[in-house]
């Protein structure tokens, strides 16, 4: 089994900044993609960033472009998500995946736990 545990989310005030990261362990594929989704209440789940085993290939939402910077150490199978200039709208439980590739990396089924993240007006 894969096991993906998320931690850096708190609460800060707009325009503030936080770190979050996703620790991949257990049967991991000899390469693959990682990516983030958040959920706000009452709402759907969502993509927010997505990277490949390289690292040379990153997509993000349009929502978090120029704002979100998503980045990964292989040698720690970490996966890293820098939040920069929060809006009160990025208030949500923030959630790593991990996938074969960007382009399936919901079908795996291997989700965090999530953190949470909270952006005061």
């Known amino acids: 089994q894969v096991r993906l545990v998320e931690s850096g989310g708190g609460l800060v005030q707009a325009g503030g900044s936080l770190r979050l990261s996703c620790a991949a362990s257990?049967?991991?594929?000899?390469?693959?993609?990682m990516g983030w989704f958040r959920q706000a209440p009452g709402k759907e789940r969502e993509f927010v960033a997505a990277?490949?085993?390289?690292?040379?290939?990153?997509y993000y939402a349009d929502s978090v472009k120029g704002r979100f910077t998503i980045s990964r150490d292989n040698a720690e199978n970490t996966v890293y998500l820098q939040v920069n200039s929060l809006k009160p709208e990025d208030t949500a439980v923030y959630y790593c995946?991990?996938?074969?590739?960007?382009?399936?990396?919901?079908?795996?089924?291997?989700w965090g736990q999530g953190t949470q993240v909270t952006v005061s007006s």
């Open positions: 995946a991990l996938g074969g590739s960007i382009a399936t990396i919901t079908d795996s089924g291997y």
């Open positions: 257990g049967r991991i594929f000899s390469r693959y993609a």
């Open positions: 990277i490949s085993w390289s690292g040379g290939n990153a």
